[in-house]
């Protein structure tokens, strides 16, 4: 199996910056895509983006669009999640994923999860 495992989390005050590392490892074969989800306490897990193989952002989801910047090293088997101007709501635990499927948005749709990294955005 792919194992992931997320870095970078921290806490931030508001207007500041993180950026947000997922290192694959294991079997990467197959992998179409990489997704970034957030869950904050009490609320559903929700997409924040992801992108394809090929290193191009494929969604980036509306709540954070302009904020955020998705990258990927594919000899390094890494993910990047950039995140800028950071707003206390953008607290969370965030995950990164893998998918097999093109144009996976849902959480359901993807294969592997990491055990997520803590962002707080204090005001």
């Known amino acids: 199996q792919v194992q992931l495992v997320e870095s970078g989390g921290g806490m931030v005050q508001a207007g500041g910056s993180l950026k947000l590392s997922c290192a694959a490892s294991g079997g990467t074969f197959g992998i179409y895509s990489m997704g970034w989800f957030r869950q904050a306490p009490g609320k559903e897990r929700e997409f924040v983006g992801r992108i394809d193989w090929s290193g191009a952002p494929t969604a980036i989801a509306d709540s954070v669009t302009g904020r955020v910047a998705i990258s990927r090293d594919n000899a390094r088997n890494m993910v990047y999640l950039e995140m800028n101007r950071l707003k206390p709501e953008d607290t969370a635990v965030y995950y990164c994923?893998?998918?097999?499927?093109?144009?996976?948005?849902?959480?359901?749709?993807?294969?592997?999860w990491g055990q997520g990294t803590q962002v707080t955005v204090s005001s």
């Open positions: 994923a893998a998918t097999l499927r093109d144009g996976a948005v849902d959480q359901s749709e993807y294969n592997y």
